[in-house]
């Protein structure tokens, strides 16, 4: 038997009740052979916790410092999920990202990981002990302690299965896998039995929140197997690979939806070249992160360009924008909040030409209006008003086909 890395979230072992529990299922992997390596979150909301107690402190908090204190969430867990493994005769180690051996750029907040010198892994592991490694966390060249942003303990967990060889990485969360659409706004939504790399990627990238993107990018660029399974069930999950069947498949695999969406159009600004460069490059110096992009021209020397940002980086976005009109030369800026972005993704639009027309469709026969579109060869979004969200993402569920369950397909352990 190989390696198996597991990931637990924070409501995994949001209690000592329910680390036990993962502690019960840990053992179960490990009485069949397999060598045991456990990527876990902070408990709970705890994170949260610590992130608002900073607030209280200083409105805003040194990025190493945050660092230093948000860690200690994981060493929390990783530390009683130690315990729960020994005291039920399963000999287990703890480590924190950086005993860990995962060495990360010199970024706070939001750091990459650039390698992972796995050996004292390998030695605990040959020494028969479960490995459970604290997730979301490293250190830097430098020696300063690292995190790789919100999400990141998905990130640790598949890196650590590319570095380890490991047969496969098994993402436990509080659904059962991932879904053809959120749940909770589609009660017809179907767990999907196998999605491909680029869709997930797609699907996280656009408001899907089991899976982070990044750890999604790190499984395809070393061709982990990936599985999105219940902490709470033993059923089967999600498994996240490469692309088959995709011209015998469905065409539309999930609808996404993402209501942190505003749009901002800077007007009368010269149509010449260089102008969507000294925009652009202006919004990027400031860390301003752009989504869909329209440009548009009703006068030969003019030009209006519009893009979208998420809500909560509108305030910086307006205020770069006025800081550098002079360099801009911009005529006035507008903006609209309270929208929201829907998307269709599945790779089998690739092959069949057409899907973005019917989509279209479906929202003008519901009477939803489309403000902003992007498209790419296995996706289409369009931004709508946020009251038309849930309407948007139930008729195009539909009409897609997706409130009928998939074929199973049988991968086994």
Known sequence: MGVIVQKFGGTSVGTTERIMRVADRIISYRQQGHDMVIVVSAMGKSTDVLINMAKEISAQPSARELDMLVTTGEQVSIAMLAMALQQKGCDAVSLTGWQAGITTESVHGKARIEKIGNDRIRNHLAQGRVVIVAGFQGISAEGEITTLGRGGSDTTAVALAASLGADKC?????????????????????????????????????????????????????????????????????????AANMETGRVVSGVAHDEDVAKITV???????????????????????????????????????????????????????????????????????????????GAGMISNPGVAAQMFRQLADVGIPIKMVSTSDIKVSCVVPEEYTELAVRTLHTAFGLDVEETAVVHGL
Do not use: C, W
């Open 170 to 242: 098994e993402i436990f969360t509080d659904v059962s896998g991932v879904f053809t659409a959120d749940p909770r706004v589609v009660k017809s939504a179907q767990k999907l039995n196998s999605i491909s790399y680029d869709e997930m990627l797609e699907l996280a990238n656009l408001g899907a929140g089991v899976l982070h993107p990044r750890s999604v990018e790190v499984a395809k660029k070393f061709g982990v197997r990936l599985v999105v399974r219940s902490s709470f069930t033993d059923e089967e999950g999600t498994y996240v690979e490469e």
């Open 267 to 345: 007007a009368g600004m010269a149509a010449k070249v260089g102008t969507l460069s000294r925009l652009f490059n202006t919004l990027a110096d400031a860390k301003v992160n752009v989504d869909i992009i329209i440009q548009s021209s009703y006068e030969s020397d003019e030009t209006n360009i519009s893009f979208s940002v998420s809500s909560d980086e509108l305030p910086k976005a307006l205020e770069t924008l006025a800081a550098n009109k002079e360099q801009l030369g911009y005529r006035e800026i507008l903006h609209v909040k309270d929208l929201a972005k829907v998307s269709i993704v």
